[in-house]
């Protein structure tokens, strides 16, 4: 059973830029579909929505499986167990419960709050998270989860 990235909003159109960060990564989840993307729960979607010139490149990649959906429900539940148990540094439950709902375990986030929610791994763990800031992450990330 393999692993899932997590893209978080906040740097979804830089994820998808030919020259970014991140496009080393791209290309292993798009072109090589080394581990696909995950999204699930209501409140990352609708963040997603708004970001209205990615609309069609999500579904196309919805369309040809590279984004993986988790049960939006499953994710809205334990978004709200996060919530009424306070135990994220971070205002992002939603992201971390997708983290809990499915294999997601690479995050692609500037959001320092939240990557410190995802290192925890009293909240996630079975494998521990592991944050994709940069492509210098992407050997380690490869090495940490056996993927080739």
């Known amino acids: 059973m393999g692993i899932e990235v997590i893209i978080d909003a906040n740097v979804l159109a830089e994820f998808f830029k030919e020259s970014s ?31 209205q010139r990615l609309r069609s490149l999500i579904f196309e990649l919805l369309s040809a499986g590279i984004i993986q959906t988790a049960d939006d429900e499953a994710v809205d539940e334990e978004a709200q167990r996060l919530v009424d148990t306070e135990c994220c ?55 940490k989860y056996h993927l080739r």
């Open 21 to 51: 960060p991140y496009s080393q990564l791209n290309q292993k989840v798009i072109r090589d579909r080394l581990l696909p993307i995950v999204l699930g729960g209501s409140k990352l979607r609708q963040e997603y929505a708004r970001l």
């Open 89 to 143: 540094q971070s205002n992002d439950h939603h992201v971390i419960a997708l983290a809990r709902c499915s294999r997601g375990r690479v995050l692609c986030s500037c959001d320092k709050a939240l990557q410190g929610d995802f290192l925890d791994a009293a909240l996630v763990s079975q494998p521990r998270g592991f944050i994709y800031g940069c492509d210098k992450h992407l050997e380690p990330m490869i090495k």
